[in-house]
């Protein structure tokens, strides 16, 4: 168990992640609540999930789940992300707040969410909107604490300093991508994190998949992977493709790490995001029963200082070899970085 920030809420290093859960994933309700109850028996005190997974089904399977479990489990999910073509269903608004809040209660079968976080920053909205709408949802006690998800330092430290000017409930968590190729939240947010006493808890730490050892240069893409099935690969541009042959590249290079130090690369993967002292969890998200047990087996992995020394010549520290995130900061679109011509 590892402390969630300042929060004083004790949570297990990995942290079961439900996105394949449903549609997306495993559509076999039974087996997916099965697959959770072996994570609980396991010690996985804790769960993180969305209402955009499967358009809900996610939320709604971890709710059969939990159904005599609830009081056992620190339950997290997210808001952001469309729910219906309505441009009013999304974002950070209070009204789309208040209202998702209720439907994702209502999947979830709970009077209230431990960790509620808002999924990507929701541009053009007053920060102390989203604020406003999560501090009163906490003094109502439908949400005990609050949190964001993939959010730039800079709006981190912003949003801690809006908490304190309007005295609004402060973000306690953030969840960020985190993996061996992708280290850049190395540089600023993992500080920034330690310094404001926010936990982590760590997404794609296996890199879509590219860290289970099942990709490997030259040879097909497993059909029933996440790449194959597009998740985490975003490969539809010419960059993308070289993106994500480089990570190719790395994945044999990281082989050779792994075999020399005994392990798996699954289990290599996990280990070193849990090697920094910012991060409070990392998420593992199986589909199969199969690929829990695999996470399961390597709980007690830890990485000895040569092997994270190899890894850093592999990979220099704050460094990404990204495919691109579906949201992008603001500033990098062409029209905020050119003069307005006639």
Known sequence: MRALGKTGVQVSEYCLGAMMF??????????????IHRALDAGINFIDTADVYSAGESEEIV???????????????????????????????????????????????????????????????????TLGALSDLVHQGKVRYVGHSTWPAELIVEAQWVSEARNRERFRCEQPPYSVMMRGIERAVLPTCAKYGIGVIVWSPLAGGLLTGRHRKGQPTPADS??????????????????????????????????????SLTHLAHAFVLEHPAV??????????????DALAGVEVRLDTATLDAIDE????GTDVSAGDPWQPPGLASAARRSARA
């Open 280 to 293: 409070t969890s990392a998420i593992i998200g199986p589909r199969t029963m199969e690929q829990l047990d």
């Open 63 to 129: 709710g059969k789940a939990l159904r005599d479990r609830r009081d056992d489990v620190v339950l997290a999910t997210k808001f952001f992300a469309p729910m219906g073509d309505d441009p009013n269903k999304r974002g950070g608004s209070r009204r789309w707040i208040m209202r998702e809040v209720e439907a994702s209660l209502q999947r979830l079968g709970t009077d209230h969410i431990d960790l509620y976080q808002i999924h990507r920053p929701a541009d053009g909205t007053d920060l102390d909107e």
């Open 314 to 317: 592999i990979m220099a520290p």
């Open 22 to 35: 449903g549609a997306w994933g495993n559509a076999d309700h039974d087996d997916s609540v099965r697959i």
């Open 226 to 263: 996440r790449v194959a099935r597009g998740f985490g690969s975003q490969r539809q541009s010419e960059a993308q493709q070289r993106a994500h042959e480089r990570r190719l590249d790395l994945v044999e290079e990281l082989v050779v790490v792994a075999e020399g130090a005994g392990v």
